[in-house]
């Protein structure tokens, strides 16, 4: 098992925002992570000792502790972005933004996680209209189907993120026997223009996010909230800002002013985030998040 003290980190924080689903409490306490080939149990001591009052930004100190061999440390140091500083982000929250300071004093620990693209292209697909526990549900149900299974160096079993050719043998009718309802032929449309090329998940790794973001838009089942989640958490472009029902309640609560009486919907909450977010240009998503967590916790 191998020690790190990391600032601005929390396992359960990062575990309830939204972004991940496949990192599952064990029953000692800790975490267990998979992705690609990779698994990993992670424990924290007392991750926050700083006392959490509205105003309180300041990053806390977690002594985190990874089981995992030790040649797949760097893997799990990047994906846990324990390179970025995230105290700097905390640090540009706007002090007169009393909303955004509580939520980034309740989620400063959470990060934003290096995750693989393709899992995130199908797993944002599928998310579409359910709570994350279904999510979760439904992911393992597709892993255990079609994935691989491997077993960890403590003897654990573990099934893999299934890829687009493993993928080639499901039916919609046989994604529809996993509970995914009318987003089977979204999964199974994307794992076809995945393996014909159509979808170039290597030229979209490549891309900025003002070109991901309508180059993802173009497929069948992705519209602009689930681009945006791919950009965010699958391209780790920490501007993105995904916008779903509880971040439109959020910026129409804490956000909106007279002057947006006369815009349409398809325009209002663009403009509320380029108003309100568009200081934090660079990392705006890095504040989603924060909010996202907020009002889940609340």
């Known amino acids: 098992m191998f020690s790190y003290t990391i600032p601005c980190f929390d396992l359960e924080q990062i575990a309830l925002s939204g972004q991940c689903f496949r990192m599952n409490r064990l029953p000692s306490g800790g975490y267990s992570v998979i992705s690609g080939q990779h698994y990993l149990e992670i ?10 009052t509205a105003q309180n930004t300041t990053p806390n100190m977690a002594q985190v502790f990874f089981d995992c061999p030790k040649e797949d440390l760097p893997f799990w140091e990047h994906y846990f972005d324990l390179e970025t500083d995230y105290s700097k982000y905390l640090a540009a ?3 007169n933004d009393s909303y955004l300071l509580a939520a980034g004093a309740a989620g400063r620990g959470i990060r934003i996680l290096y995750q693989d693209l393709w899992e995130m292209v199908l797993t944002f697909i599928l998310s579409q ?4 526990p279904k999510i979760k549900e439904a992911v393992e ?3 255990e189907r079609y994935g691989t299974r491997l077993t960890a160096e403590n003897g654990t079993s573990f099934y893999t993120f299934p890829t687009a050719k493993q993928l080639t043998t499901a039916t919609i009718e046989d994604l529809l026997k996993l509970k995914l309802g009318y987003r089977a032929k979204y999964i199974e449309r994307a794992a076809r223009d995945v393996r ?3 979808l170039d998940l290597k030229r ?7 070109d991901a973001l309508p180059y993802l838009m173009q497929f069948y089942g992705i519209g602009e909230k689930v681009a945006n989640c791919v950009c965010l958490f699958g391209l780790h472009q920490i501007d993105a800002f995904p916008i779903d029902t509880w971040i439109q309640r959020i910026l129409l ?3 909106y002013r007279p002057e947006y009486d006369s815009l349409p919907k398809s325009r209002l909450y663009h403009q509320i985030i380029q108003d309100s977010f568009g200081k934090y240009q660079g990392y705006a ?3 989603q998040q924060y909010i996202f967590f907020y009002e889940r916790m609340k």
């Open 141 to 143: 149900l597709l892993c």
């Open 196 to 198: 014909t090329g159509n």
């Open 204 to 210: 979209l790794s490549g891309m900025p996010y003002e």
């Open 285 to 287: 998503g890095v504040m």
């Open 253 to 255: 609560r804490e956000y």
């Open 129 to 132: 209209q359910k709570t994350i």
């Open 43 to 52: 424990f924290q001591d007392s991750a926050d000792t700083a006392q959490n």
């Open 93 to 95: 929250i706007d002090p």
